[in-house]
């Protein structure tokens, strides 16, 4: 077992219960190679922690900024996407810290930036669990809010979903639609095909590990091809 201690001290964080941020460091493909280990995978936490997160960005947008809600939609969405998280993960060093399945440790790319957004969402929803939400407020403004000002420097903070939408909007009147089209893969590595839609008419597909990723993608193909 690794010494998590080292991770807590560069979390800044000290977990009463341990297990909790054991299993929020813990992938569902390590337990299917160790079936022998009497833990739970982080996919729960996950879950929990993705909530905190977006309450948390939320609260904080909307205590520090006068503005109207899709510019703070925009905001949050340029803080808590996959790579902004991912990003944040591995200057934290989580990834060292995973239990991963042999194979997982040899994926890079769009797979390892989704499993270190996934994973340091669970941190985040351990810590709810075992700090309360004041300390989980700390680590969410200390690791992830600190990238604001650096965000708002930057003329264009819209993700190509809120883009997409207020040209549809603005060009046809219709807003997109997002409809998964087909997913394949074991389920600690699925992976999704998502279509935008513009009344029944399919624009783009995009392909990702999980449906947020493709759903960006897709709306991404379809900025370009309404461009070209």
């Known amino acids: 077992m690794k010494d998590i201690s080292l991770l807590e001290q560069k979390l800044d964080l ?9 299993t929020a460091l813990t992938h569902r493909s390590y337990l299917n190679e160790h079936p022998e280990v009497s833990l ?5 936490l996950e879950f929990l922690g993705d909530a905190v997160l977006e309450f948390l960005v939320s609260e904080y947008l909307y205590k520090n900024f006068q503005k109207p809600e899709g510019e703070m939609t925009n905001l949050r969405a340029a803080l808590v996407n996959t790579k902004a998280l991912a990003d944040v993960a591995k200057n934290l060093y989580i990834e060292e810290y995973l239990f991963l399945s042999k194979g997982e440790k040899n994926d ?3 797979a390892r930036e989704s499993l270190l957004a996934n994973a340091l969402e669970a941190i985040i929803g351990a810590t709810y669990l075992d700090q309360g939400i004041e300390i989980a407020r700390k680590f969410v403004e200390k690791n992830i809010l600190k990238n604001l000002p650096e965000i708002l420097k930057k003329r264009d903070i819209k993700d190509a979903k809120s883009r997409f939408q207020e040209i ?4 046809f009147k219709i807003t997109p639609e997002y409809k998964v089209l087909k ?3 074991p389920d600690h590595q699925k992976q999704f095909q998502v279509g935008v839609y513009l009344g029944n008419k399919l624009i783009e597909k995009g392909q990702g590990f999980s449906i947020k990723e493709a759903e960006e993608e ?5 900025l370009k091809s309404l461009n070209s």
């Open 218 to 222: 897709a709306a991404n193909k379809a």
């Open 108 to 110: 890079k790319g769009r």
């Open 183 to 185: 997913e394949w893969g």
């Open 14 to 22: 000290k977990f009463k219960n341990k297990n909790l941020l054991i």
């Open 168 to 171: 549809a909007q603005e060009k």
């Open 40 to 44: 739970e995978h982080n996919e729960r």
